[in-house]
Nanobody, 124 residues
Framework: VQLQASGGGLVPAGGSLRLSCVAS????????MAWYRQAPGKERVLVAG???????NYADFVKDRFIVGEDNGENTVYLQMNDLRPDDTAVYYC???????????????????WGKGTQVTVSS
């Protein structure tokens, strides 16, 4: 299974970005897919994720600003990020798992496959 993330970049505070992650290989159709982020010197944390049943889990710090969704037909998960803030600056990773669920996706250790990160930088 390979996960390819794209869409990162530099944006001013208040701006928007849309991240996409395409899954390929033996990904199956019963996977939870999620986005995590890691800022320098900090732990990797859940940003938002979605189960195969459409249940979502958002970190408190992105509620009402970010939207996670998926296009099952294209094996793609996206993260629409609005009203970006400088503290959203981090490397963003997409991940997939056949065993993680809505609550357990909060722990990165429950995810099985990881893509390479994409840098998001928000200037003040």
């Amino acid at each position: 299974v390979q996960l390819q993330a794209s869409g990162g970049g530099l944006v001013p505070a208040g701006g928007s970005l849309r991240l996409s992650c395409v899954a390929s290989g033996a990904i199956g159709y019963s996977n939870t897919m999620a986005w995590y982020r890691q800022a320098p010197g900090k732990e990797r944390v859940l940003v938002a994720g979605i189960t195969s049943g459409g249940n979502t889990n958002y970190a408190d710090f992105v509620k009402d600003r970010f939207i996670v969704g998926e296009d099952n037909g294209e094996n793609t998960v996206y993260l629409q990020m609005n009203d970006l803030r400088p503290d959203d600056t981090a490397v963003y990773y997409c991940a997939a798992s056949s065993r993680a669920r809505m609550l357990t996706m909060a722990s990165p250790s429950n995810m099985d496959y990881w893509g390479k990160g994409t840098q998001v930088t928000v200037s003040s």
